[in-house]
């Protein structure tokens, strides 16, 4: 799926591009906009901060389920501090920009605060990490994801001729979807593949096959994951948790790749 989406992407590119069944005025992609340096580094840091925001949202609960035994009701209110912190920033970014009046700050704070909460977890992410902990790192990865998930529709349609703004949104749009897809299957590659690979070294010769593998990847509530025994439960949960540590190395990377690009954004003021 993924090499059928690369090659689509690029046949999309290239129409798009070369205006095949279309014309510049037309086409859905706004291609022009790619030369302006503010608006190609807007992509980047909302891209970044919507794969940091959907990479969290997925894997807190899933975390939850297999080291708290959490429904999947509880797994999702384990959600709340992030989300109340995330839509609170994201609130108060829209009231304070105006006010501020300078965006490069508020997106080089965010990429910061995205790479300080992603590294937290890659490092520290285990079964044994208290509930607490867990909710200040997502706590700390909402304040960065709530300042620039909605931030660059603001900026980039006023840096824009009027006639340009609705094609600024759509790049932002594309920017956002594009986060949502590429997060939850890069993630899903890397934590699939890395959490496979250490529990066939936790229950080697135990008479599992790989699809009984895959089975207890694929949820805490799998019937097999509840015939472990406790020593081999506790393996697997500690085998799954570090796959999940190291699939947080891509919001640690997009927290990173958003510092670098916050850095080189123009520093001007957006309002007079």
């Not at 005025?25 to 794969?51: K, M």
Request: hydrophobic share 50%; proline share 4%.
């Amino acid at each position: 799926m993924v090499v059928v989406w690369g090659v689509l992407l690029g046949l999309y590119a290239l129409q798009q591009g070369f205006c095949i069944f279309t014309t510049p005025e037309t086409r859905s992609f706004p291609c022009h906009l790619l030369r302006s340096r503010t608006q190609v580094l807007f992509y980047v840091i909302t891209t970044c901060a919507n794969t940091c925001m959907f990479f969290t949202l997925f894997y807190i609960p899933i975390y939850f389920q297999f080291t708290r035994n959490d429904t999947s009701l509880m797994a999702a209110v384990r959600l709340l501090p992030y989300l109340v912190f995330t839509i609170t920033v994201n609130l108060t970014t829209g009231w304070a920009l105006p006010r501020v009046k300078y965006y490069m700050p508020m997106c080089l704070v965010s990429g910061i605060l995205m790479t300080i909460s992603s590294a937290m977890f890659v490092a520290y992410l285990s079964p044994s990490t208290p509930t607490p902990q867990i909710y200040g790192f997502s706590i700390l990865m909402g304040v960065g994801t709530g300042i620039t998930i909605q931030l660059g529709y603001s900026v980039s349609s006023l840096k824009v001729a009027p006639t340009d703004s609705l094609s600024a949104i759509n790049l932002q749009n594309v920017a956002q979807i594009g986060a949502t897809v590429l997060s939850i299957v890069l993630a899903n590659q890397v934590f699939q593949s890395t959490a496979v690979r250490n529990l066939n070294r936790v229950l080697a010769d135990q008479g599992f096959s790989q699809e009984d593998i895959h089975g207890i990847v694929a949820g805490a509530q799998s019937t097999l994951f509840g015939r472990l025994n406790s020593e081999l439960r506790t393996g697997a949960i500690g085998a799954i948790t570090s796959a999940m540590a190291r699939a947080f190395i891509i919001p640690l990377v997009a927290g990173a790749l958003g510092t670098i690009a916050s850095l080189i954004l123009k520093r001007e003021r957006i309002f007079r």
